[in-house]
């Protein structure tokens, strides 16, 4: 019926079977880096369908990063645990702008705060306020992107927020002076300044390969988990309300 289309069609299909099957390879490669040694289990077949279904057609590095370790972190004796059906939509929803914005969010957070004695679940995350220096979170955002710094900043911030992956009432981004009620102590001209959300620190858990990290064991639990290749970490960072960390330096 095709006729001479059909060929066409027919390498079509053989190159997106490739194409996914391979970006299936990664999450799987992913997924077993992150896996504790000795570590057994089994994933419950309704997140082995989005990952494949979904996950199939993500070849951003970053995000096979986040669908790995939301795969390692699924495994259960039983397999009846579908939480990571949740999160791996989520994930898979996201844009790749917006999954590098919460890694390099979030990675911050859990390097500056490691070890200190916070319960970001309660009143003290609002000790975590961060501010960035924004164009320096602006040119990490658009490193292989064909987006201007403004315009990802603008669509990754907003959709995090209405991902609630951040404090709605507290993000905000651009010239200091425009919003100096209500981040007075900003201390870059160009600021991004958010504060995480419950959400947003449980979704890093996952992509650590932890689904047991939650805002109450942040501090404790949550570490740096570097890509290959690296994403350098952001230097112009500071937490107002917190005066006794190192403020600019990446340590």
């Known amino acids: 019926m095709l006729g001479p289309a059909a060929d066409e069609i027919g ?13 299936v390879g990664r999450i799987m490669r992913k997924a077993a880096s992150k896996a504790s040694v000795g570590d057994r289990g089994i994933v419950n ?10 996950g199939s057609y993500c070849d951003n590095e970053l995000m096979a990063e986040y669908l790995g370790g939301v795969l390692a972190g699924s495994r259960t004796p039983t397999g009846r645990d579908d939480r ?3 999160w791996s939509s989520l994930i898979t929803s996201m844009s790749s702008l917006q999954i590098r914005a919460h890694y390099l969010i979030y990675r911050e957070l859990a390097a500056r ?5 916070l319960d970001l679940g309660g009143s003290d995350r609002q000790l975590a306020t961060m501010d960035i220096e924004l164009s320096e979170f602006g040119n990490a955002l658009v490193i292989d992107a064909d987006v201007e710094p403004d315009d990802a900043i603008n669509h990754s911030i907003l ?16 010239e200091r002076d425009d919003f100096a009620d209500f981040a007075p102590n900003a201390p870059y001209e160009r600021v991004l300044h958010i504060v995480p959300s419950l959400t947003g620190m449980e979704l890093y858990g996952w992509g650590q ?10 501090t404790s639990q949550a570490e740096v988990f570097e890509l290959d290749p690296a ?3 952001l ?3 500071t937490f107002g309300l917190i005066p006794t960390l190192p403020q600019t330096s990446a340590s």
């Open 11 to 23: 390498v079509t299909l053989a190159r997106l079977v490739e194409y996914r099957f391979r970006n």
């Open 45 to 54: 077949p309704r997140v082995v369908h989005v990952l494949l279904e979904e």
């Open 84 to 86: 990571a059906v949740s």
């Open 113 to 117: 705060l490691q070890g200190l004695n």
């Open 159 to 174: 959709g995090l927020v209405r991902l609630d992956l951040l404090e709605h009432e507290y993000a905000a981004f651009g």
């Open 209 to 218: 390969g932890l689904p047991g990290i939650m805002a109450d064991n942040f």
């Open 231 to 233: 994403i350098p970490r």
């Open 235 to 237: 230097t112009q960072v």
